[in-house]
């Protein structure tokens, strides 16, 4: 190896039925209107200018993700703590919990995701993991410290890497956890070596889908779980071929403050998963057991110590605030889902 509570919402069922999105699993953001500047090609094209471009375009994404962590993360650990992903609440729970209630909420999220993936703390087959698109290692340590596991977390932040090992250090957790920049497309790992995959909510930064998800699996040990936990849009109902212009409208907006390439449904990583023959694939929409997150965080930056952090931290932080409100109109509306999918790797 290079380097060293409530049930859900409600169960989607999986019949091997085909999502009208999604017309092969090789073909899946081609399929989609790109939904950024980021996004100016796809490669149905076939040409080497298209190709480039393409390129330049994903460096261009990775870059921009870099950098919007590298600016907001600071802003991100000064309000909310170590994790930077939605909480788990009961639906219809107000948003005017403490700030403690909310950062429990984030640790429940985590403990709705280890369970519903069946993953408990009785498990002793959880040696190693990997958490792609790891923040600041708040995931991580968490992990590690309950199974005992050793972790290794990757983003492309280099700000977002450094702060993880040292909270690490500062926490005696160097020993079960470290942090690294790296390409959660194309991952320095060897094959099968992790027993359990991590994926909070970083799916949605991945401008291909289907290489996202094949890499998942390949550093998956045989008998391993993988647990994605992303935004998605909607399932397309039959017939559909994608969503109404005002929807993709909503997402371009979103996309482009946060660095997001094209979107896609849970239906669609439940047949990228089924067709590299995945066993025990469940999905979940947990949108409504998110719902009170984003009004929150909207409060917190609305207080002067919000504020002021806000103002502190530049142009990106402030873009990101005033998209908040999309992200509410989002889920509402029914657009946004708040999605799990898990599986498990063949013996």
């Given at each position: 190896m290079k380097a060293t509570l409530a049930p859900p919402s409600s169960l989607i069922s999986l019949p091997r039925h085909k999502v009208s999105s999604l017309r092969s699993p090789s073909l899946l953001l081609q399929s989609q209107r790109p939904s950024s500047a980021l996004m100016t090609?796809?490669?149905?094209?076939?040409?080497?200018?298209?190709?480039?471009a393409a390129t330049s375009s994903a460096e261009a994404l990775r870059e921009g993700i870099a950098e919007f962590y590298n600016e907001t993360s600071g802003l991100w650990e000064e309000i909310w703590g170590d994790h930077m992903h939605h909480g788990f609440y009961d639906p219809d729970s107000s948003v005017q919990l403490s700030d403690s209630g909310h950062r429990e909420a984030q640790i429940r999220m985590i403990e709705e995701s280890l369970r519903f993936?069946?993953?408990?703390?009785?498990?002793?087959k959880i040696k190693r993991v990997v958490d792609v698109g790891c923040g600041i290692g708040g995931s991580s340590r968490y992990i590690a410290s309950k199974f005992g596991a050793e972790c290794i977390g990757i983003t492309l932040s280099p700000v977002q890497a450094k702060r993880a090992n040292?909270?690490?250090?500062?926490?005696?957790?160097s020993h079960?956890?470290?942090?690294?920049?790296?390409?959660?497309?194309?991952?320095?790992?060897?094959?099968?070596?992790?027993?359990?995959?991590?994926?909070?909510?970083?799916?949605?930064?991945?401008?291909?889908?289907?290489?996202?998800?094949?890499?998942?699996?390949?550093?998956?040990?045989?008998?391993?779980?993988i647990i994605i936990v992303t935004w998605c849009h909607r399932n397309l109902s039959q017939g559909e071929e994608s969503l109404q212009p005002w929807e993709q409208n909503l997402l371009d907006r979103i996309c482009k403050t946060f660095y997001l390439p094209a979107w896609c449904s849970t239906s669609d990583y439940v047949e990228l998963?089924?067709?590299?023959?995945?066993?025990?694939?469940?999905?979940?929409?947990?949108?409504?057991n998110v719902a009170p997150f984003w009004p929150a965080v909207i409060r917190t930056a609305l207080t002067w110590k919000g504020l002021?952090?806000?103002l502190r931290s530049g142009m990106k932080s402030i873009k990101?605030?005033?998209?908040?409100?999309?992200?509410?109109?989002?889920?509402?509306?029914?657009?946004?889902k708040f999605g799990i999918i898990t599986c498990q790797k063949p013996l």
């Open positions: 090609t796809t490669a149905s094209r076939g040409s080497v200018a298209v190709t480039a993936a069946g993953v408990t703390e009785e498990e002793k040292d909270l690490a250090a500062a926490q005696s957790l079960k956890v470290s942090f690294q920049v790296a390409d959660a497309l194309d991952q320095p790992f060897e094959d099968g070596i992790f027993d359990l995959v991590w994926s909070m909510e970083s799916g949605e930064h991945m401008p291909d889908k289907a290489k996202f998800v094949k890499e998942l699996v390949r550093v998956t040990a045989p008998g391993g779980r998963l089924q067709s590299l023959s995945l066993q025990d694939i469940k999905c979940a929409d947990w949108s409504e002021v952090s806000l990101g605030a005033l998209t908040m409100p999309l992200m509410i109109e989002g889920y509402k509306k029914g657009v946004i």
